[in-house]
């Protein structure tokens, strides 16, 4: 029986430390992440989802058989995470990877502080090289399997993709790939220009348009904007991709495939996040 068909699921759990971390701007700090066993991280995608373990406050994971070997499908670990008490569990959290670096045993990770601070940001903010933690993400023995990617534009010449600071890495990682002949528009939700990190990455043919926070429908109005300039487009020769606040992108995609006739299979949607409340699944 080869390696691939010993692994039952296509993410495995990596246990990694800090190896530095940089202050980027006021709100954003890259975390680089290193462990011998990330050499099995899998580089599939652009906006590849993985989730950071965080420690317990005193350290360490609680017996969930997270680490199992090799690890189990989610319907095991999570279950059994769900079971315990809120204040005996790790906080588990939704990121994309900034870089990947197997080769190298290291990822890095770039983490937004919100105010007011929940676990992830106050984690991200007091972490210091050697502190330990546990990420899941995709393993390259399992061979390709896609799980955990949402970019999958097709033959799509003109796309929109909207993100909050959450999702900057995963869009960053998708402009800088984009073939030749494709066009984007890229809204960059942000609550202060100081921490856009997004826009001097978009360059022509490309388009970024920074949308306020403080503008209560500005970004309902930009999206609705664009539907209506690529309404007379091919179907096919769109696409969307929105990532972010959870209520947002979900609300945004609600907008696009039924006021504006947007296929549902043209719009891709992630949520980093959830206002007032954890988003954990």
Known sequence: MTAVLERPWAYSAFEVE???????????????????ALR??????????IKLV??????GLADFGLLDEPTP???DWYTRWK??????????????????????????VDVYLHTPAGPASAWAASARPGDRLVVTGPDRRMGWTGYGLHWHPGSARRVLLVADETAYPAARNIVSALPDGVVADVMVDAAAP???????????????HRIDRED?????????????ATADLP?????????????TVTSLRRLLTGRFGVPKDRVSFLGYWREGGPLVG
């Open 216 to 228: 209560a429908g500005g970004l309902e109005r930009a999206v609705a904007a664009w539907a209506d």
């Open 73 to 75: 499908h989610p319907s």
């Open 18 to 36: 800090v190896a530095a971390t940089v202050r980027l701007s006021m709100r954003f700090i890259r975390i680089t992440l290193r462990g011998d």
């Open 54 to 59: 965080l420690p317990l406050p005193g350290g």
């Open 235 to 247: 179907r096919d020769e769109v696409y969307v991709w929105l990532a972010g606040e959870s209520g």
């Open 40 to 49: 099995s991280f899998a580089e599939w995608g652009l906006d590849q989802r």
């Open 194 to 208: 100081a921490d856009d990190l997004l826009s001097p990455h978009v360059v022509s043919p490309h388009r970024a």
């Open 83 to 108: 079971e315990l008490d809120e204040t005996e569990r790790n906080v588990l959290r939704t990121y994309t990877p900034a870089a990947i670096r197997a080769d190298d045993g290291e990822i890095d």
